[in-house]
């Protein structure tokens, strides 16, 4: 089982109300994963870590930020949320790319509706 | 043209088939390839590596075809608890490694 722990499971909230989302992992990895998956639909990154202190944004947009200070921890943070943020939020880690055999791990999600 | 595309299906099989995914991609220079599974409502979790000279893994076998850019997943004597979506996944190079998920395709096996 991987160690990779995202809270809350599920959250509903109304418009405009400050979220975070909470992953953790106890891997020691250094590569750390935001995706952004709606109902049937494909993964999309939106934001990953190389290591401390590095973010960077995925291929689709978002208006999330993330923040990346231990390496174990990956918060995502939306400022003010609406209703088009409703989604599931997947966090992932990786090992370092030499020695990585291109496997992602997920946490198991958290899913969020804004009303 | 996106970058990892597959069937989406839904495949519907009895118990006792064999199925089979197929899937392409576009980037020539890909590195890596692998098929995941996601169960609804669920994280993603690998299930097999595809390396190039195939490789099988119980009743699941991964096939790789560099010159046609193609990846397929042969699953025989399909069980109930096969259904699922599966996850083309393929991993570029760009200056680091990124990793590229198809949308899935969705297997429904029933008794």
């Known amino acids: 089982e991987a160690d990779i722990y995202q809270t809350p499971r599920y959250l509903v909230i109304g418009t405009g109300k400050k979220i975070t989302l909470e992953c953790s992992q106890t891997?020691?990895?250094?590569?750390m994963y935001w995706y952004q998956q709606d109902p049937g639909m494909e993964l999309h990154l939106i934001h990953y870590?190389?290591?401390?202190?590095?973010?960077e944004k995925g291929d689709l947009s978002s208006e999330s930020t993330v923040s990346r200070i231990r390496t174990e921890h990956f918060p995502l943070t939306l400022e003010s949320a609406r209703p088009s943020h409703t989604s599931q939020y997947l966090c992932?880690?990786?090992?370092?790319?030499?020695?990585?055999?291109?496997?992602?791990?997920f946490g198991e999600g958290s899913r969020l509706t804004v009303l | 043209r996106k970058e990892v595309e597959q069937d989406p299906g839904p495949f519907n099989v009895p118990e006792g088939a064999t199925v089979a995914f197929n899937c392409t991609y576009s980037?020539?220079?890909?590195?890596?390839f692998f098929w995941y599974r996601q169960d609804c409502r669920k994280e993603p979790k690998l299930l097999m590596s595809?390396?190039?000279?195939?490789n099988e893994d119980g009743r699941f076998t991964a096939q790789l075809n560099r010159a046609s850019q193609y990846i397929s997943l042969l699953i025989r004597d399909s069980k109930l608890s096969d259904s699922a979506t599966y996850l083309c996944?393929?991993?570029?190079w760009g200056g680091g490694f990124k990793t590229i998920f198809g949308a899935g395709t969705r297997l429904f096996v029933k008794a």
């Open positions: 870590s190389y290591g401390v202190n590095s973010t």
């Open positions: 891997m020691g990895h250094d590569k």
């Open positions: 996944v393929v991993r570029d």
């Open positions: 595809v390396y190039s000279s195939g």
């Open positions: 980037n020539s220079a890909s590195q890596s």
């Open positions: 992932a880690s990786s090992l370092r790319d030499s020695t990585n055999t291109g496997e992602l791990f």
